[in-house]
DNA sequence: GCACCAGGTACCTATTCGAAACCACGGTAG
DNA sequence: CTACCGTGGTTTCGAATAGGTACCTGGTGC
């Protein structure tokens, strides 16, 4: 990797970017951190999530090979998703980024409310 | 902070997320890192911004505190942009996923091309 | 008049996303 | 026999939104 270029589309941070930009997703992958998952029951924990998105969710990370899909042929079949080694280990960087959100939250919530107030007082150094 | 939800739009990491999200906005904070910059030197630094999604970008962050906006009275009126501490903290937790990105990018991309060729032999532990 | 500074605003299009219908398959209830 | 449930999806439709293009201010120097 010869000194990526983040200006580029095909930058790999951008596309990580864009993948952890995907509320689902990272839902998904935390769900999945706990044990193999079914479909249906992904559906069921998340809260607003149309089957729809969910398996364009999961065919991504699957393609991305993050999560991996096992189909069992059962009475109905049944599809389990698992979350692979590598997803793993983005999951815990997406982590840092969910620590850096509960530790500064409250500074940058401050930041807005100062802004929306009309920000009379400005930068306040 | 009493156990964030994490299934709720208001949480922070969902927050973070959306911001990190934004194309430009982790372009400009990383411009922004060796020091101030003005605005028509970012749009001219970084390729495909639009005076538009700059100035949009900009408020944002400097909503967020993340940026700071100091506009000095010379002859044209220039305006000059700088990261705060917070917004270096942020960049620097970006910097973690940059890292994974750059080191698991081959990964993915292994997956996504054996896919995309049709994964006939699926997950190959 | 033209260009440059720092933006604001209107328009228009492309992508995105939710809702809902449809698919096959088998079990089960009537 | 027919109707309906649950399994795991795909497709279609329509509305919302993101984001690019282009044109506006308004002051100054050439």
Redesign the pocket.
Known sequence: MPAWNAYASACPTRMVLDRVA???AVLVLGLLTDGPV????LRRAIE??????L??T??SLERDGLVS?R?IAT??????YSITPLGRTLAATVDALRVWAETHIQEVLTSQERYDAGRRDAVSV
Chains 1, 2 share one sequence.
């Open positions: 995907d509320k689902w079914r479909f249906n029951q607003g999530l149309s089957q729809k998105m398996s364009q999961l065919k899909r189909a009475v109905p079949v049944t599809v389990e």
